[in-house]
């Protein structure tokens, strides 16, 4: 039999293998863990429960039907030869002697499989996930996210001078850097998220769920990490220490697919590389749009504290300059709401505080726009349209 090519889904094939390592498992047990999985994932069980066992790939609804028979065909022989019979046993028995698709069969441990799997989605040296694998997950989280409206964000990191690194202290040093900090990014990436080594110096960090706040926040805190890690010879380096670029995009906000989403990641990444370095930013920092002198009042509130008044200096689809009275910190994100003049409607969103700096008893705010709706993004545009005379 030929088999269709193989399709890994870790977060599956994890949750088998913990039931199937027993000695012995369990039939029972395992079909409570199946149930519960495909409630949660749907057919797709049945395809890895199969890889795994026997390593044959089926179409889930194919896998279904013949994982049935084969949970038939072990309570049929136990009824006949004892309880004794293993699940494994009547699992050969039924492709060899009932549904011929082994004519070779071949034993091995569920470890070494294991291992052997690991191997086809991994990057060896840093034991993130590869290119390869990242690619096809990042098309199957697009279309999830298309379908049930979430958020889902790209952060594309770049180590700083890493060739400079490389070419003074030699590749084995580089190595241990880059699984120093891969190991970092490890730490602080959690299900569903999936990171992987894109290339090189590069990684790249999938986060379903997840808005542009959160996933600056995530590339931020790796950042920083990364920044305090006593690699060796890290003080050469032309900062004195490693240092990381990021640029993060968002489906729908940057993107509408796969292409356009790593392309925005890669053009905020090049952006943070050219206003110096060691930062991470998002197509919203790159003012493409044209600012108009406006003064238009509004109130802002910082999460989780009481709102206040401000007055915008200028204004674009993608940022504004605002005056206030707080003190903000470079990355505070706040909520906002711009009171359009002539009756005009509030327009809300969420920004983030790139620059603040103090002016008499006020502060002057320079801030990018990380979340609006298409409704108020559109009432934006059409105010500055109108003042663009």
Same mark, same amino acid.
Request: glycine share 6%.
């Given at each position: 039999?030929?088999?269709?090519?193989?399709?890994?889904?870790?977060?599956?094939?994890?949750?088998?293998?913990?039931?199937?390592?027993?000695?012995?498992?369990?039939?029972?047990?395992?079909?409570?863990?199946? /149930?519960?999985?495909?409630?949660?994932?749907?057919?797709?069980?049945?395809?890895?429960?199969?890889?795994?066992?026997? %390593?044959?790939?089926?179409?889930?609804?194919?896998?279904?039907?013949?994982?049935?028979?084969?949970?038939?065909?072990?309570?049929?022989?136990?009824?006949?030869?004892?309880?004794?019979?293993?699940?494994?046993?009547?699992?050969?028995?039924?492709?060899?002697?009932?549904?011929?698709?082994?004519?070779?069969?071949?034993?091995?441990? !569920?470890?070494?499989?294991?291992?052997?799997?690991?191997?086809?989605?991994?990057?060896?040296?840093?034991?993130?996930?590869? %290119?390869?694998?990242?690619?096809?997950?990042?098309?199957?989280?697009?279309?999830?996210?298309?379908?049930?409206?979430?958020?889902?964000?790209?952060?594309?990191?770049?180590?700083?001078?890493?060739?400079?690194?490389?070419?003074?202290?030699?590749?084995?040093?580089?190595?241990?850097?880059?699984?120093?900090?891969?190991?970092?990014?490890?730490?602080?990436?959690?299900?569903?998220?999936?990171?992987?080594?894109?290339?090189?110096?590069?990684?790249?960090?999938?986060?379903?769920?997840?808005?542009?706040?959160?996933?600056?926040?995530?590339?931020?805190?790796?950042?920083?990490?990364?920044?305090?890690?006593?690699?060796?010879?890290?003080?050469?380096?032309?900062?004195?220490?490693?240092?990381?670029?990021?640029?993060?995009?968002?489906?729908?906000? /940057?993107?509408?697919?796969?292409?356009?989403?790593?392309?925005?990641?890669?053009?905020?990444?090049?952006?943070?590389?050219?206003?110096?370095?060691?930062?991470?930013?998002?197509?919203?920092?790159?003012?493409?749009?044209?600012?108009?002198?406006?003064?238009?009042?509004?109130?802002?509130?910082?999460?989780?504290?009481?709102?206040?008044?401000?007055?915008?200096?200028?204004?674009?689809?993608?940022?504004?300059?605002?005056?206030?009275?707080?003190?903000?910190?470079?990355?505070?994100?706040?909520?906002?709401?711009?009171?359009?003049?002539?009756?005009?409607?509030?327009?809300?969103?969420?920004?983030?505080?790139?620059?603040?700096?103090?002016?008499?008893?006020?502060?002057?705010?320079?801030?990018?726009?990380?979340? !609006?709706?298409?409704?108020?993004?559109?009432?934006?545009?059409?105010?500055?349209?109108?003042? /663009?005379?």
């Amino acid at each position: 039999m030929e088999t269709a090519a193989v399709t890994v889904f870790p977060e599956i094939e994890d949750r088998l293998i913990g039931v199937l390592e027993a000695d012995g498992p369990d039939l029972e047990r395992l079909q409570a863990t199946v /149930d519960a999985l495909e409630e949660d994932v749907g057919e797709q069980v049945y395809s890895s429960l199969l890889f795994l066992l026997c %390593h044959l790939r089926y179409p889930p609804a194919e896998a279904k039907e013949h994982w049935q028979r084969v949970v038939e065909r072990t309570r049929d022989m136990r009824a006949k030869l004892g309880d004794e019979v293993d699940l494994r046993v009547a699992l050969l028995d039924y492709f060899i002697s009932l549904n011929r698709h082994f004519k070779n069969p071949k034993v091995i441990e !569920i470890r070494v499989f294991q291992k052997t799997q690991s191997s086809a989605i991994r990057d060896e040296l840093t034991g993130l996930y590869n %290119h390869r694998y990242f690619r096809a997950e990042l098309d199957r989280e697009i279309s999830r996210a298309q379908r049930s409206s979430e958020s889902l964000s790209l952060v594309i990191l770049d180590i700083d001078y890493f060739k400079w690194y490389n070419d003074r202290h030699g590749h084995l040093e580089g190595d241990r850097a880059l699984q120093a900090i891969a190991n970092t990014i490890r730490e602080e990436v959690h299900e569903p998220d999936i990171a992987a080594r894109y290339g090189g110096e590069e990684f790249a960090i999938l986060l379903p769920d997840s808005n542009k706040p959160k996933a600056f926040r995530i590339a931020e805190k790796i950042r920083e990490r990364v920044s305090r890690l006593p690699i060796r010879f890290a003080e050469t380096q032309p900062s004195g220490r490693f240092t990381l670029s990021g640029g993060i995009a968002a489906l729908r906000a /940057d993107a509408d697919d796969a292409e356009s989403l790593i392309e925005a990641a890669d053009r905020a990444l090049y952006l943070a590389k050219g206003r110096g370095k060691n930062q991470v930013i998002s197509p919203g920092n790159e003012r493409e749009f044209p600012r108009f002198e406006l003064r238009v009042p509004g109130k802002l509130q910082r999460v989780s504290t009481q709102s206040e008044p401000f007055l915008t200096h200028n204004l674009s689809e993608q940022g504004l300059r605002l005056q206030c009275e707080t003190p903000m910190q470079e990355g505070d994100f706040f909520h906002f709401g711009l009171m359009l003049p002539d009756g005009g409607r509030e327009i809300e969103g969420l920004a983030r505080t790139v620059r603040s700096r103090p002016r008499g008893p006020a502060n002057v705010v320079q801030a990018e726009i990380v979340e !609006i709706s298409f409704e108020n993004a559109s009432a934006l545009k059409t105010y500055l349209d109108s003042q /663009d005379t």
